[in-house]
């Protein structure tokens, strides 16, 4: 069964201060993996995924993230963080045998503190 | 700015009340998806459809009764809801083919209230 991970709730973060937000996925075979951010009484907005290839994805707003596949990982990152990255963050998988189901962790937020 | 778009953004109803979430968009994708949402949790899955067919049913209450009119409308139903089912409903659209590796859009959401 495919299940995701994200063992914090909540990760304070100074401004410009690098930050990271940890994901840890479970699927068989090749896992599709994404990054969502929400804001409050908003939908998801995509940041950016994994799909094949290069294991570092930059993906919007200065986000990057480092699929790592001996360890089951996708953990989010960024340099240097803004306040105005304080939101919840959400990871999905979606596994590659031809689904529409993508399963959301749990979500973690991010408050970046000024 | 979304290209999913959901109608209304806020609704209050009582339990016997009939009223209609709808959700729409124009960038040709060929699978729409309805997830509920509380408060600090993730989506939850409830419906998808993939080229106007039903393809997904996650066991939800037939109190909420999902419809897509053509490739670019979806719309949910509710009828008879519970307190309980206060919650922000979420629109999604992905490519289609699951095949590829689409990532989900999201409108902004409707947020429900049941009394």
């Known amino acids: 069964a495919q299940s995701v991970a994200q063992p914090e709730d909540q990760v304070n973060v100074a401004e410009g201060n690098p930050l990271t937000v940890k994901c840890t996925y479970s699927v068989s075979g090749n896992p599709y993996l994404f990054w969502y951010v929400q804001y409050p009484n908003r939908g998801l907005q995509f940041l950016l995924k994994?799909?094949?290839?290069?294991?570092l994805v930059k993906g919007s707003y200065g986000f990057e993230a480092e699929f790592n596949k001996s360890q089951t990982s996708f953990h989010l990152k960024k340099p240097s963080a803004l306040v105005s990255d304080s939101a919840l963050y959400f990871c999905a998988v979606r596994a590659d045998s031809g689904t529409y189901k993508y399963i959301f962790g749990t979500g973690t937020r991010l408050k970046v503190l000024a | 700015d979304t290209e999913v778009t959901q109608t209304p953004k806020h609704l209050v109803m009582g339990m016997t009340n009939k009223k209609s979430l709808k959700c729409e968009q124009h960038m040709g994708h060929r699978a729409m998806y309805w997830y509920k949402q509380k408060a600090k949790k993730p989506p939850e899955l409830m419906f998808v459809y993939s080229y106007e067919k039903l393809s997904i049913n996650e066991s939800v209450p037939s109190r909420f009764s999902p419809e897509c009119p053509n490739s670019s409308l979806l719309n949910l139903h509710l009828h008879a809801l519970q307190p309980e089912d206060s919650a922000l409903y979420l629109c999604?659209?992905?490519?289609?083919?699951?095949?590829?590796?689409?990532?989900?859009?999201f409108g902004e959401g409707s947020r429900l209230t049941v009394l």
């Open positions: 994994y799909i094949t290839g290069d294991n």
């Open positions: 999604a659209s992905s490519r289609g083919d699951t095949s590829r590796t689409g990532e989900l859009f």
